[in-house]
């Protein structure tokens, strides 16, 4: 080789050692956090649904998560049903749970966790275990909000479904759930990062996508309690947050994925997909990966898996 030759090629090498770890989009050097989002498991009595449930976690103890968040809806349906039903749900849920996963699990409250708010006749208003005090206790939480913390990112659980005095219930923060919010958000530090949790979609596509039609007079119709009607007070808030990098979702049972004034938002499917019956719409059943980078940069994966 001549000395000309040899020197160009040297410099090259010794250059190309100096480029920032960046340029060689290494994402094993900068991954931080691995975890899994099962939601909208309704786990009830029988073959396909516990069956299911049992996949779902074998599934996803093969894929190296150091953790799991459980969306909301893990039982089938708590809104309109007698306590005996409601404890024969909760129970299964734990029993699968326990024999079939190894990882910790942080435990979000879907609408249909809550225990009561349909029942029609003898409305049990007055039972100490009404509403969300059942939930509560059942996934052993200190509150039905809360906050954690693993290396460089916060994450933060909210309670997203409401009574709605009209009837129903309504996607949307309590006005003392939201004031913790801003001062949560306020002690964190400017140097680290926010993943925000809610059953109910703070922003998703798929809350207009639902019904899988237009209305008579062709709009897309967005229900209270498909996506937060608090949305632009959150979207307030969040401009002065620029450390909040993604929120995560579940609830419509379908997938999406938004980016908005610098959040990424995702709507992370369903485990029972339609309800036990294989896909809703065109989203098979499934449940997300998220890959949270200590650089701030978050990816999710949807892991699609065999109910039967």
């Known amino acids: 080789m001549k000395r000309k030759d040899f020197l160009q090629t040297t ?50 103890q093969k894929q190296k998560v150091n953790f799991i968040i459980n969306g909301g809806d893990a039982i089938n349906d708590a809104l309109g049903a007698d306590k005996q039903k409601t404890k024969e749900q909760w129970n299964l849920f734990h029993s699968i749970l326990k024999k079939e996963n190894n990882l910790p699990v942080y435990h979000t409250i879907g609408n249909h966790d809550v225990w009561g708010w349909f029942i029609k006749n003898d409305k049990p208003e007055n039972d100490r275990l009404y509403g969300k005090v059942w939930v509560t206790e059942e996934l052993q939480l200190e509150n039905r909000y809360y906050s954690f913390k693993k290396e460089k990112w916060n994450f933060i659980v909210l309670d997203s479904t409401q009574l709605n005095p009209a009837g129903g219930y309504i996607g949307k923060l309590d006005e003392e759930q939201f004031s913790w919010l801003q001062k949560e958000l306020a002690k964190i530090p400017a140097t680290e990062f926010v993943c925000i949790v809610s059953h109910i979609p703070i922003l998703s596509i798929c ?36 450390q909040i990098k993604v929120c995560i979702s579940g609830h419509i049972h379908l997938q999406d994925e938004l980016n908005y004034l610098g959040i990424q938002y995702f709507c992370n499917g369903a485990v ?19 890959e949270l980078f200590n650089d701030g940069t978050v990816k999710r994966t949807m ?5 039967q």
């Open 11 to 60: 410099t090259a090498i010794v250059g190309g050692s100096l480029l920032p770890v960046d340029s060689f989009s290494n994402e094993s050097l900068k991954k931080s956090i691995r975890f899994a989002h099962i939601t909208d498991i309704h786990i009830k009595p029988g073959l396909i649904p516990e069956k299911g449930m049992a996949n779902a976690l074998q599934h996803v």
């Open 207 to 242: 809350a207009g996508l639902f019904f899988n039609k237009n209305q008579p007079n062709g709009d897309l119709l967005i229900q209270r309690n498909l996506m937060h009607t608090d949305f632009l007070a959150l979207k307030k808030l969040f401009l002065n947050y620029p």
């Open 272 to 290: 029972s997909g339609n309800w036990w019956n294989g896909s809703f719409q065109e989203f098979a059943p499934s449940y997300a990966i998220m």
């Open 303 to 307: 892991i699609p898996y065999e109910q």
